[in-house]
Structure formats: C-alpha cells, structure tokens
C-alpha cells in the first residue's frame, strides 16, 4: 500500500482554524479518491471527507459539512483538509488514506497527526 504521510495538526482553541495536508512520495495522489479520516480516544475511526480523481466531487461528514473543505494541489502532489470553526469535539488523530466515499479503501494507516481542541 502507498504511504501517507500527514502533518498540520497542532493546539488550537475552539473557533480556530487549522490547515492538514497529506502528500504520497511513491503515487500520484490525482489518481486516486483521497480522503481524511479521524480517531478520537476511545472511539472507531471515522470517516470526514473524501475527494474524487475525476470531477473533484467531495464528500463531508455531516458533523462537518460547512465547516472543513477538501482540497488537491497537483502540483505539490497533496491534498489538504481546511479545518474552520473548531469545536472541542474534532479532537482526534487525524488520517488521510484512498476513500469510497467516507469509507477507507484499505485498513491501512499512517502515523497521523493529532489535532487538539481545547481552551
């Protein structure tokens, strides 16, 4: 499986932003369906948003729809998660991984990258 390296995470306080980005060295990240996923402690992975290789159509969980926002750089061969309006609830370690809609393509993780929400 092709190895996902994420980053961005980081402390923010509720209402904050933060930007993710997940990049691929050995695949051509346009080619494939990417999607950002997101475990908290104590709960099952869970599926945040997936964006497709052809038409750039995106998918959101409804606990973040209007508030993060998928997107590709081709150039830069990474896909990025804008994170707006944070609530203390989207504390997790968050993945980027192929996607089916919300779902992963493969049980296949990287090392993550944890953002915390917190005052």
């Known amino acids: 499986q092709a190895q996902f390296v994420e980053s961005g995470g980081g402390l923010v306080q509720p209402g904050g932003s933060l930007t993710l980005s997940c990049a691929a060295p050995?695949?051509?990240?346009?080619?494939?369906?990417i999607g950002w996923f997101r475990q908290a402690p104590g709960k099952e992975r869970e599926g945040v948003s997936c964006?497709?290789?052809?038409?750039?159509?995106?998918y959101y969980a409804d606990s973040v729809k209007d508030r993060f926002t998928i997107s590709r750089d081709k150039g830069k061969n990474t896909v990025y998660l804008q994170m707006n309006s944070l609530k203390f609830e989207d504390t997790a370690v968050y993945y980027c991984a192929t996607c089916f809609g919300l779902e992963p393509m493969y049980d296949d993780w990287g090392q993550g990258t944890q953002v915390t929400v917190s005052s």
């Open positions: 050995e695949i051509a990240l346009d080619f494939y369906a």
């Open positions: 964006i497709s290789p052809t038409d750039g159509s995106t």
